[in-house]
T-cell receptor
């Protein structure tokens, strides 16, 4: 029930295209949904995050769509560029034990390649 | 821009040896985490640490693992007797008291031979 399922595993788009990465969760207690971008040999970097009280959040070319009833959320990358080629992870968290620490549960990742 | 730093970047050890992975979280952060990522797989939570004690740990974090904040800046992960399956990237992360945005370090690649 703690799992976050992510698809697709890999994605290839042309420059300027709009890749869409989808995630689904089971645990309705999750209340924070970040997306991380990871380049080879680097740590995950926070890209954008959303809470269940909104259905969409946009930051620059990155948009999260959130469907609370379906327990799904997705990342859209507008006008994708070769520099966006990376692995993208969705994640979810829930506050634990009242201590305020947020254990992140990650999806398996999507390797995005943007072709010039 | 403040960042999480980790040392060493790569650690090679023999099976059964003890290793200590070191992290310097962002200075005003209060919550600290260790995650690991086996090559090609997803990032997995190991442990969270707040107010000088473990707040949560996963089933991966067994008796062979321990964490410590030995001073006001460092946060360490110790593996007492390494196994081959401990080979992975280990990431430290930290967050402040106001949000749960976790900032990750560049990782330590642990190779157990």
């Amino acid at each position: 029930q703690q799992q976050v399922k992510q698809s697709p595993q890999s994605l290839i788009v042309q420059k300027g295209g709009i890749p869409i990465i989808n995630c689904a969760y089971e645990n309705t207690a999750f209340d924070y949904f970040p997306w991380y971008q990871q380049f080879p040999g680097k740590g995950p970097a926070l890209l954008i995050a959303i809470r269940p009280d909104v259905s969409e959040k946009k930051e620059g070319r990155f948009t999260i769509s959130f469907n609370k009833s379906a327990k799904q959320f997705s990342l859209h990358i507008m006008d994708s560029q070769p520099g966006d080629s990376a692995t993208y992870f969705c994640a979810a968290s829930i506050e634990n034990s009242g201590a305020g620490s947020y254990q992140l549960t990650f999806g398996k990742g999507t390797k995005l390649s943007v072709i010039p | 821009e403040p960042e999480v730093t980790q040392t060493p970047s790569h650690q090679v050890t023999q099976m059964g040896q003890e290793v200590i992975l070191r992290c310097v979280p962002i200075s005003n952060h209060l919550y600290f985490y260790w995650y690991r990522q086996i090559l090609g797989q997803k990032v997995e939570f190991l442990v969270s640490f707040y107010n000088n004690e473990i707040s949560e740990k996963s089933e991966i974090f067994d008796d062979q693992f321990s964490v410590e904040r030995p001073d006001g800046s460092n946060f360490t992960l110790k593996i007492r007797s390494t196994k081959l399956e401990d080979s992975a990237m280990y990431f430290c992360a930290s967050s402040d008291a106001e949000s749960n945005e976790q900032f990750f370090g560049p990782g330590t690649r642990l190779t157990v031979l």
